[in-house]
């Protein structure tokens, strides 16, 4: 199986809340929650990718800042690399278009939520921080 590389947005609003993303029913993954972006296109820099999937997933602009992690896991369809980015938002309000719900969480209180395997490590990396 080949790797799946993917993004994550970490986005902070003002009151240093981090958006989380629980993902729809039909999915992988259902229910579970996860930092909103998607997979990097051929060609596609991590930073663009997020950028455009933030976008498309969320209908709005985000700076993207540093990079919190970078993660490794094996689900039963392949094994997912997921680079996740501190980021604030640009222009726009986050708008749910593909999750169940979109949630404003203290960072403390991140590992609270039931996260996909692959997130794991940059919600315990976030929490802990500050």
Same mark, same amino acid.
């Given at each position: 199986?080949?790797?799946?590389?993917?993004? *994550?947005?970490? &986005?902070?609003?003002?009151?240093?809340?981090?958006?989380?993303? $629980? +993902?729809?029913?039909?999915?992988? =993954?259902?229910?579970?929650?996860?930092?909103? *972006?998607?997979? &990097?296109?051929?060609?596609?820099?991590?930073?663009?990718?997020? $950028? +455009?999937?933030?976008?498309?997933? =969320?209908?709005?602009?985000?700076?993207?800042?540093?990079?919190?992690?970078?993660?490794?896991?094996?689900?039963?369809?392949?094994?997912?690399?997921?680079?996740?980015?501190?980021?604030?938002?640009?222009?726009?309000?986050?708008?749910?278009?593909?999750?169940?719900?979109?949630?404003?969480?203290?960072?403390?209180?991140?590992?609270?939520?039931?996260?996909?395997?692959?997130?794991?490590?940059?919600?315990?990396?976030?929490?802990?921080?500050?």
């Amino acid at each position: 199986m080949a790797d799946i590389h993917v993004v *994550g947005a970490a &986005i902070s609003d003002a009151d240093g809340r981090i958006l989380c993303a $629980q +993902r729809g029913p039909g999915r992988s =993954l259902s229910g579970y929650w996860e930092f909103p *972006g998607g997979k &990097i296109e051929p060609g596609e820099t991590p930073r663009a990718a997020l $950028q +455009r999937e933030i976008q498309e997933e =969320l209908h709005c602009t985000i700076n993207v800042g540093s990079e919190v992690c970078t993660t490794h896991y094996t689900y039963d369809f392949g094994t997912v690399v997921l680079t996740v980015f501190r980021a604030t938002v640009e222009s726009g309000t986050p708008q749910r278009t593909e999750h169940t719900q979109l949630r404003w969480v203290d960072p403390q209180l991140m590992p609270d939520l039931l996260w996909a395997p692959a997130d794991a490590d940059p919600v315990a990396l976030l929490s802990a921080a500050d």
